[in-house]
T-cell receptor, first 111, second 116 residues
């Protein structure tokens, strides 16, 4: 059964204090790993898709990386506006069209 | 494009009443998903459709829940009768995956349901 585990559940950072969020996964035949951002009271917003181990993608202060067992979302010099819940999801070969989501990491960046 | 549209945004009802949530996916997307999000259980997939046909409804909690997609631009999620434990935020999402595109999902703003 495909599974996604995110850690930590919550993370508090000072503005400018870089850190990483972890997403560990087990999936039969990874077709894609997705990162989403969710602000309070809103739907998840797509950030990145990674398809193979070694792949990296960047967007502003965020960089996502992928290995065969986990993905990291690195946040460099975060700002208060980066505060949100970050969700990781996988698409496996056994689930046509369907994503399996982790529980998320809630990030708070204090000024 | 306006994105995924959901209505109503908020719904407060009493136990036993019927609730209908509505969704308009992004035009051209072949997949439509209904999710429920709570603090305790996170984001749970309830059901999803491909080309208006239900593919997997294993996440539907019980027979009180039903979903339909009569055409490519409209879907409903119905709860009858509603119970307090159904209180949650319900999201609709759509994806262009069936067109050979990447299957990132685009979420609507959600419907916050409160059952008293």
């Amino acid at each position: 059964e495909d599974q996604v585990t995110q850690s930590p559940e919550a993370l508090r950072l000072q503005e400018g204090e870089s850190s990483s969020l972890n997403c560990s996964y087990t999936v039969s035949g990874l077709r894609g790993l997705f990162w989403y951002r969710q602000d309070p009271g809103k739907g998840p917003e797509f950030l990145f898709t990674l398809y193979s181990a070694g792949e990296e993608k960047e967007k502003e202060r965020l960089k996502a990386t992928l290995t065969k067992k986990e993905s990291f979302l690195h946040i460099t010099a975060p700002k208060p506006e980066d505060s949100a819940t970050y969700l990781c999801a996988v698409h496996g070969s056994s689930n046509t069209g369907k994503l399996i989501f982790g529980q998320g990491t809630t990030l708070q960046v204090k000024p | 494009d306006a994105g995924v549209i959901q209505s109503p945004r908020h719904e407060v009802t009493e136990m036993g009443q019927e609730v209908t949530l509505r969704c308009k996916p992004i035009s051209g997307h072949d997949y439509l998903f209904w999710y429920r999000q709570t603090m305790m259980r996170g984001l749970e997939l309830l059901i999803y459709f491909n080309n208006n046909v239900p593919i997997d409804d294993s996440g539907m909690p019980e027979d009180r829940f039903s979903a339909k997609m009569p055409n490519a631009s409209f879907s409903t999620l119905k709860i009858q009768p509603s119970e307090p434990r159904d209180s949650a935020v319900y999201f609709c999402a759509s994806s262009p995956y069936g067109r050979g595109l990447h299957n990132e999902q685009f979420f609507g703003p959600g419907t916050r349901l409160t059952v008293l």
